[in-house]
């Protein structure tokens, strides 16, 4: 990957994180140079710690993931009249390298994974840290550049990325490779972080935001680890390893214990220095056909529906495109409130879709089932699906409600199970990717993957 040099205090200065309760030194003492050079445990602790800033930078920001892909998938609107590209960019055309929007999800992952790659050469010279501690920390920080690597390839898909990170500025850039090398990667990395995890003793050196309370010690940290190792097994179709890493994950689907909102989430607060989370935008509405295709019991929509969205006085229309335009907006977030990384209630999804396609079809409907139920209010399912696409169009409409404007979800499931992105007029653009950036291109000369746009057929 390309990126500038970044100091410490740039990719973790925000850590202030008053909301967070987390206490944070001075980053600019020691910097950069001093980490990479003279780490001491405070300052691999503190930089440690700012991974987490740094994965969760992009989420909530309105130009950030959830929003965007949120577009993408017809899941939302931005009707923005200072900035146009949230119809013209994400909805009329293709997705321009060069632009905030469509040179997205690339830098920012980037420069975290950059920051892990110094902590791990860093813990291996502070005497102070006992072997535990070490392995707790690689463990920690393996599973957060997976996560960056999820975002990054889930985002740019069959144009593939760079896995060949760990170099000293001005060498020669790490090689792209294929989308299939990117994910071999990215559970390499997860598997190893459980051995190291496994190692690393009653608790992390470090601290952890208030998202990951419950995950906050190398042993249940695992739990956080397997639920990722889950979805990315069923992003694959490699069901039986879905099954094993749910099983080692914090599912539950105990109905007598069922708390569908248990997970990891990206918090923020108004505190001097943290982020707030800016979904609240009054410039962001939500889909209508999440109105039109909502399912009902009896006369009540879908609880699921009921509790995120509401119904506006009057139609909205798009000052760049009359064509788009709703009565409806979500009310699923306020400036505080935290998104999740992932929850229980997609992990119950999951374990659907993989007993399905391990041939447990009684099973799968009862996890779908539970969901439907519970989450959405809505009666159960009375009979099991003729094949796979009517359970693929059940299963769907599920991860549809759950996981609403959480994270690109929808936009994600319609590409892996090959169904065709929405429009909303015949003269817009189905977006099935992100493009390289500009600035990765300008350093990679004839870089192939630069030339795939993102609108091209999938390879």
Not at 16 to 44: M, R, V, W
Not at 288 to 302: R, S
Not at 387 to 397: C, E, I, P
Request: aromatic share 8%.
């Amino acid at each position: 990957m390309h990126i500038k040099h970044l100091a410490l205090g740039a990719i973790v200065g925000s850590l202030a994180l008053a909301g967070c309760n987390l206490d944070i030194p001075d980053l600019n003492n020691p910097g950069l140079e001093q980490l990479e050079n003279n780490p001491t445990t405070a300052s691999i602790n503190t930089a440690t710690t700012g991974l987490l800033v740094g994965n969760r930078g992009a989420k909530a920001p309105i130009t950030g993931l959830v929003n965007q892909l949120g577009i993408l998938g017809r899941e939302s609107y931005d009707f923005d009249s200072a900035d146009t590209r949230y119809v013209t960019e994400l909805i009329q055309g293709n997705l321009s390298k060069a632009s905030p929007y469509g040179g997205a999800f690339w830098a920012g992952p980037y420069s975290n994974i950059r920051l892990a790659n110094i902590i791990l050469h860093g813990v291996d010279k502070v005497a102070d840290y006992s072997e535990a501690n070490k392995q707790a920390i690689r463990g920690f920080v393996h599973t957060i550049v997976a996560l960056e690597l999820i975002t990054v390839i889930t985002t740019h898909d069959d144009i593939g990325a760079v896995i060949d990170t760990d170099h000293p500025l001005g060498e020669p850039l790490g090689a792209f490779v294929p989308k299939a090398a990117v994910y071999a990667e990215i559970n390499r990395l997860l598997d190893t972080a459980v051995t190291e995890l496994t190692a690393g003793g009653a608790a992390f050196t470090f601290a952890l935001s208030p998202g990951y309370i419950g995950f906050n010690t190398p042993m249940t940290f695992i739990k956080f680890n397997r639920a990722i190792r889950a979805r990315i097994a069923v992003y694959l179709k490699d069901y039986p390893t879905a099954m094993t890493a749910l099983t080692a994950s914090f599912l539950n689907d105990a109905p007598a214990t069922l708390d569908l909102k248990a997970g990891v989430s990206y918090v923020y607060s108004l505190g001097a220095g943290d982020a707030s989370n800016a979904l609240i935008n009054p410039a962001i509405f939500a889909h209508p056909a999440l109105a039109t295709d909502v399912q009902k019991n009896g006369a009540a929509n879908d609880a699921r529906y009921v509790a995120k969205i509401d119904t506006l006085a009057s139609s909205v229309v798009s000052g760049a495109d009359a064509k788009l335009q709703t009565t409806i907006k979500f009310k699923i977030y306020t400036n505080v409130s935290p998104i999740p990384v992932i929850r229980n209630e997609e992990l119950i999804l999951l374990k659907a879709e993989a007993l399905w396609f391990t041939n447990d079809h009684a099973g799968a409907m009862t996890a779908l089932n539970l969901v439907r139920t519970v989450s959405g209010k809505l009666l159960a399912l009375d009979s099991v699906p003729a094949d796979d696409t009517a359970f693929v169009d059940a299963l769907l409409y599920e991860r549809r409600y759950s996981l609403l404007y959480e994270g690109g979800h929808r936009w994600l499931d319609l590409r892996r199970f090959g169904r065709p992105l929405p429009l909303d007029s015949e003269t817009h653009v189905r977006n099935v990717r992100y493009p390289v950036p500009q600035a990765e291109c300008d350093a990679r000369p004839g870089e192939k993957a630069c030339m795939i746009n993102s609108s091209d057929p999938v390879q």
